[in-house]
């Protein structure tokens, strides 16, 4: 009896695993939006993250980290290089002085205004590349994927 795992299996991961495929649209879509984010210093993951800033009032950590479904010891890293870069910056919340608000600043306001116009085109390039209702079938695909667990 082997102790090997059949070449078969693999090519079943391959064909059926629905991490892999996400995990390799995501990537391929990362690379399409960082290339278009990189005149203006951003990634797309530092995009959405701003994005994400950009409310009426300041929000404190913990519902970006959900809405980016990040865990807060990763948002905050990923605040680091924004904060350096005066598009972020963080104050006590007055209403619970252990908690800190995340506030986009004018600078991090420009970059967006400046981006956003880059990001429509991208996505209206990916959008028009895919058949029929896929951009809105993919987006209620992946937010279905992304309330399991």
């Known amino acids: 009896m082997s102790n090997r795992l059949p070449f078969e299996t693999t090519l079943e991961v391959r064909d059926t695993c629905l991490c892999l495929h996400a995990q390799r649209a995501a990537r391929a879509l ?8 990189k005149p203006f210093g951003l990634t ?4 959405s993250l701003l994005m994400s800033l950009n409310r009426p009032d300041p929000p404190p950590l913990g519902p970006v980290a ?5 865990d807060r010891t990763t948002l905050t890293a990923a605040l680091k290089p924004l904060e350096r870069n005066g598009l972020v910056a963080s104050r006590p919340d007055p209403k619970d002085r252990r908690s800190r608000l995340l506030i986009l600043t004018e600078k991090g306001h420009e970059t967006l205004i400046a981006a956003v116009p880059v990001w429509r085109s991208v996505h209206a390039e ?5 058949p029929g209702d896929g951009p ?6 992946l937010g279905a994927l992304g309330n399991i667990g």
């Open 30 to 37: 990362a690379r399409r939006f960082d290339e278009a984010l």
């Open 44 to 47: 797309n993951g530092q995009f």
């Open 66 to 70: 959900r809405l980016l479904a990040m």
């Open 126 to 130: 990916i959008d028009a590349a895919l």
């Open 136 to 141: 809105d079938q993919a987006r209620r695909l």
